[in-house]
């Protein structure tokens, strides 16, 4: 029950954080372009107890949406027009939760008018938008804008735990599970919406492939395979709704990945499993006739949403083998088992960096990217060549199946 307990309390805090502190007088003001669903939890409410960030304005293609949106979440200022927001000196940062479409043209015109941004993921439709994107001149310019792609699991504690368990070379497999009841969409979701740049690969297949490529520590050569179900019906045409792929990786690693956005009633959190190759283990106990071999599998349940629930399992099969006939002569398992909410439970080089047991991986997320724009250091960040090499896979994994990739906007505006 202390465990229930801990969960439910750390949970709790995590949406309804207390004691919060004084905003300072350099904090950065936000903008969000869109009163999108994930808002609250991507950045307002992180941004709550973070001293640094405040939430300004928000817009909407609906004013009446954005004010009752204002209104609900504390904003003080709703605007017109994502383009008022864009233009007003008081901004300077904006976060674009809009549809995976509309990433591309609003990050760009962001960046051009000089704000920092932080981009929802996919962060954009393909690798063609994210090659122009994450090149725009104004990024490497000094002081330039910032410009992140919001994959927030990718700064949560667990993941850095569970990255330095993994011996990149000796990686034969991966697979990377995700999926959301089928209750939980509707064939009307933006996720089935082709114009919008829909599918299932787009909407939890990018938190896979994230996944093969982190655990990998490098980039796909090939797709073998990519099957999937989708819908023929016009507008839904072209957006799959499960996919299961197949990838080879240099050094002969296969890296699967697989979701469904219709998945069976009850949810089933995503997990990440790495089977590592069989390696010789020094034993000098050992008489110099027989060799000691281990053959370990690392498993991240729940690598999308951690601070809910995860669990790192180090399962390790250990054999000693008679180095004349072969034989094993002995045989056993062990299983460990390990969380990492905070990174002092993360340990290594990671014990001292920031955080509370109630920050969600946005929390996190948000650290960074303050820091990146506040000229401090960054102990996690997510490049623009890794963006792009993203977008390339899920490109890769769209051509494969056949669908082919998400169409590219035609804004070409200044």
């Given at each position: 029950?202390?465990?229930?307990?801990?969960?439910?309390?750390?949970?709790?805090?995590?949406?309804?954080?207390?004691?919060?502190?004084?905003?300072?007088?350099?904090?950065?003001?936000?903008?969000?372009?869109?009163?999108?669903?994930?808002?609250?939890?991507?950045?307002?409410?992180?941004?709550?107890?973070?001293?640094?960030?405040?939430?300004?304005?928000?817009?909407?293609?609906?004013?009446?949406?954005?004010?009752?949106?204002?209104?609900?979440?504390?904003?003080?200022?709703?605007?017109?027009?994502?383009?008022?927001?864009?233009?007003?000196?008081?901004?300077?940062?904006?976060?674009?939760?809009?549809?995976?479409?509309?990433?591309?043209?609003?990050?760009?015109?962001?960046?051009?008018?000089?704000?920092?941004?932080?981009?929802?993921?996919?962060?954009?439709?393909?690798?063609?938008?994210?090659?122009?994107?994450?090149?725009?001149?104004?990024?490497?310019?000094?002081?330039?804008?910032?410009?992140?792609?919001?994959?927030?699991?990718?700064?949560?504690?667990?993941?850095?735990?569970?990255?330095?368990?993994?011996?990149?070379?000796?990686?034969?497999?991966?697979?990377?599970?995700?999926?959301?009841?089928?209750?939980?969409?509707?064939?009307?979701?933006?996720?089935?919406?082709?114009?919008?740049?829909?599918?299932?690969?787009?909407?939890?297949?990018?938190?896979?492939m994230a996944a093969l490529r982190m655990a990998?520590?490098?980039?796909?050569?090939?797709?073998?395979?990519?099957?999937?179900?989708?819908?023929?019906?016009?507008?839904?045409?072209?957006?799959?709704?499960?996919?299961?792929?197949?990838?080879?990786?240099?050094?002969?690693?296969?890296?699967?990945?697989?979701?469904?956005?219709?998945?069976?009633?009850?949810?089933?959190?995503?997990?990440?499993?790495?089977?590592?190759?069989?390696?010789?283990?020094?034993?000098?106990?050992?008489?110099?006739?027989?060799?000691?071999?281990?053959?370990?599998?690392?498993?991240?349940?729940?690598?999308?949403?951690?601070?809910?629930?995860?669990?790192?399992?180090?399962?390790?099969?250990?054999?000693?083998?008679?180095?004349?006939?072969?034989?094993?002569?002995?045989?056993?398992?062990?299983?460990?088992?390990?969380?990492?909410?905070?990174?002092?439970?993360?340990?290594?080089?990671?014990?001292?960096?920031?955080?509370?047991?109630?920050?969600?991986?946005?929390?996190?997320?948000?650290?960074?990217?303050?820091?990146?724009?506040?000229?401090?250091?960054?102990?996690?960040?997510?490049?623009?060549?890794d963006s792009i090499a993203q977008m390339k896979?899920?490109?890769?994994?769209?051509?494969?199946?056949?669908?082919?990739?998400?169409?590219?906007?035609?804004?070409?505006?200044?």
């Amino acid at each position: 029950m202390a465990s229930l307990g801990s969960m439910v309390g750390r949970i709790y805090q995590a949406f309804s954080p207390s004691q919060l502190p004084p905003k300072k007088s350099d904090a950065l003001k936000f903008g969000i372009l869109g009163a999108a669903n994930i808002a609250p939890m991507a950045l307002i409410t992180p941004s709550k107890s973070h001293p640094e960030v405040i939430i300004q304005a928000v817009s909407a293609r609906d004013r009446k949406k954005a004010e009752e949106f204002a209104k609900a979440n504390s904003i003080p200022e709703v605007r017109d027009s994502y383009e008022e927001i864009l233009n007003d000196p008081n901004i300077d940062c904006v976060f674009i939760p809009l549809p995976n479409a509309l990433h591309y043209e609003w990050a760009v015109r962001a960046v051009r008018a000089g704000k920092h941004v932080l981009v929802e993921k996919p962060s954009v439709s393909n690798s063609t938008e994210a090659e122009v994107l994450f090149n725009l001149p104004e990024l490497s310019q000094p002081n330039g804008p910032v410009l992140l792609e919001a994959f927030h699991s990718r700064f949560f504690p667990a993941w850095s735990l569970f990255r330095s368990l993994i011996d990149h070379n000796q990686v034969e497999h991966v697979n990377a599970f995700s999926m959301i009841p089928w209750w939980g969409t509707s064939k009307d979701d933006i996720h089935f919406n082709y114009p919008l740049s829909g599918g299932s690969i787009m909407a939890m297949g990018t938190y896979n492939m994230a996944a093969l490529r982190m655990a990998l520590g490098a980039e796909p050569e090939e797709c073998l395979s990519c099957d999937v179900h989708s819908y023929t019906d016009g507008i839904h045409d072209k957006c799959d709704y499960d996919f299961h792929a197949k990838f080879r990786f240099p050094n002969g690693a296969i890296g699967e990945a697989s979701t469904t956005l219709k998945g069976p009633t009850y949810w089933t959190p995503s997990y990440l499993t790495v089977t590592q190759k069989e390696v010789v283990v020094p034993d000098s106990t050992l008489p110099a006739s027989q060799t000691k071999l281990l053959k370990r599998k690392l498993t991240l349940h729940g690598f999308v949403h951690g601070i809910f629930w995860h669990r790192i399992d180090i399962h390790d099969e250990h054999h000693i083998r008679d180095n004349g006939s072969g034989k094993v002569v002995r045989r056993w398992e062990t299983t460990e088992n390990r969380k990492a909410y905070t990174f002092k439970e993360a340990g290594g080089e990671f014990a001292d960096l920031p955080g509370e047991p109630f920050w969600m991986s946005y929390r996190h997320q948000l650290e960074q990217f303050v820091n990146k724009v506040k000229g401090r250091e960054t102990q996690h960040w997510i490049s623009g060549e890794d963006s792009i090499a993203q977008m390339k896979m899920i490109d890769m994994a769209y051509e494969k199946s056949g669908l082919g990739p998400r169409p590219t906007s035609s804004f070409h505006g200044k």
